[in-house]
Structures are given as structure tokens and as C-alpha cells.
């Protein structure tokens, strides 16, 4: 009898529906990292392989260390969360943004260890992720290598200094730039521990949350940031928070030229 319960049970295990997650759909890229990225990230969701998510990147990366990335998901609609990672960097996300008042839009510059798919990953709030990028030819070595400022020495004389300039594009929105001065040690180079911006957040003057944006040890050093935020009239308070507790922030105002020390 028991032996029959027993084997009931592993027949109804069997029969039992496939979990999501091993239902992905085949990476376009075939990047052997894909399937242990996808599982990791998205957590069972739908997935889908959509060109409606734009994804500027040069073709080589020239400096790995400084790697151009844009994303532009405006041609979806109720966006949540953009993510942008690389397959086979040892620190694949580089950041996790939330547009709240915001476009779906973000321009950043990351580090690439080796040839590798670079990829944006976009939620929508019917639970579908939208994932495009493309492989990437790299020297390798970017997550690696000491950052400038740790070599020149002078890091901790400009640590947090921000700068940005905003632009305003249409009745409702403004193109905003900001920088932060930060080494974004990824904790891979000898005797550096991990030492990174780990936040950055757009207010409007109301305290109104515009963009919402997490940064891991994946992005270049000295940070850059470009936004579409639903805000023409300003000031915009830009706020910084890195892996020690340390906080920065500054304000700017559409069309200024740089951010005014709070």
C-alpha cells in the first residue's frame, strides 16, 4: 500500500505543469549564461525577445571600462523596471531603474570583463519582461582593473562632486544629465574592496519621486546618468547614496548648465 501511495505521488509529479521558468524562449544570442540569468531575474515570468526595446551600443567596445549604453522602451507602454546587465560580466546587473514619472529611457556607461551580450530587460505591468541587446567584442579586463582615479590617487579629493545640465523637450518633459565623481570599485581588484554608488533618485520641486534608480559595481567610474523626466518647471533634486552610507545631492533647473551644491 505504501509502495502504491508512493508511486502515486511521483506520477503526479510528473504530470505535474512545467514550471515557468524552464519555459523560457530560445536566447537569440546564445549566450551560455542566458538561461541562469533569465531564471535569476525574472523568476518565472513571461519573457519575450521584442525589438520594441531599443538598445544603443557600439559594436566594439573601444575602453571597456567606459561602455556606452541607451535604452529606450518608449514604444511600450506602462513600464516598471528597466534592467540592464551583461551575461558574462562577474557583476552581470549594472543597474535596476524604476521610472516613475518618468520615460522609459536610460543612458548610462558600464564595465565589460570580456566579449559578452549586453542586454536591457524591461517590465511592463502586465508581468512581461521585453529583452533585447547583442553581443559585444571586448579586450576584457574591465571589472578588473583599478579605476583612474585609484591610480592617479586623487579619488577621495572629488568623491561625490556632481555635475548635470537639464533640457527641457516638450511642454511636459526634460532631458536631464547628471555625473558623480566615485571610483565604483567592484571589489575584484586587489587589496579594493567593493565601493559603488548603490542609488540615485530624481524629485521634482514637490517632492514628487521622478526616477527611482539602483547602480551596482557594473558601472564605469565617474557615473553618468541620462533621464526623460515628466518635468519642465524644476528645480529637479538629484540625490546620491554609495555602499558606505555616504550621501550626495544637488538640484538642478531645466536648461541650467550644472547642479548647485545643496
Known sequence: ??????????????????????????DPLKSPMWEYHAERLFGGATVRFDPAV????PEIAENQRVFPVTVDARALP?????????????IP???????????????TRIKLDQRTPVRAAVLTTDGVWHVSGNWI??????CSAPPVSRVK????????EMHGAAWVLSGTQT???????????????????????????????????????QVFGA?????????????????????ARDSSGLEFDGVVTPRSAALAAR
Open 219 to 239: 558601472v564605469a567610474e565617474d557615473p553618468a546618468f541620462t533621464f526623460i523626466v515628466d518635468d519642465t518647471k524644476g528645480p529637479l533634486t538629484v540625490a
Open 78 to 90: 506602462q513600464v516598471k523596471r528597466i534592467l540592464i546587465f551583461a551575461d558574462l560580466n562577474p
Open 153 to 160: 590617487g586623487d579619488w577621495a579629493d572629488h568623491l561625490g
Open 1 to 26: 500500500m505504501i509502495r502504491k501511495k508512493i508511486l502515486l505521488a511521483l506520477i503526479a509529479i510528473l504530470a505535474a505543469p512545467v514550471p515557468a521558468a524552464f519555459a523560457l524562449p530560445a
Open 137 to 142: 567584442d571586448a579586450a576584457g579586463g574591465g
Open 175 to 213: 532631458r536631464l544629465r547628471v555625473t558623480l565623481r566615485h571610483p565604483m570599485d567592484t571589489g575584484l581588484v586587489e587589496n579594493i574592496a567593493a565601493y559603488n554608488i548603490e542609488r540615485v533618485t530624481v524629485t521634482s520641486s514637490a517632492g514628487t519621486p521622478l526616477a527611482d534608480l
Open 54 to 57: 531599443k538598445v544603443e551600443i
Open 93 to 107: 546587473v549594472a543597474v535596476d531603474y524604476a521610472p516613475r514619472a518618468a520615460a522609459p529611457f536610460l543612458a
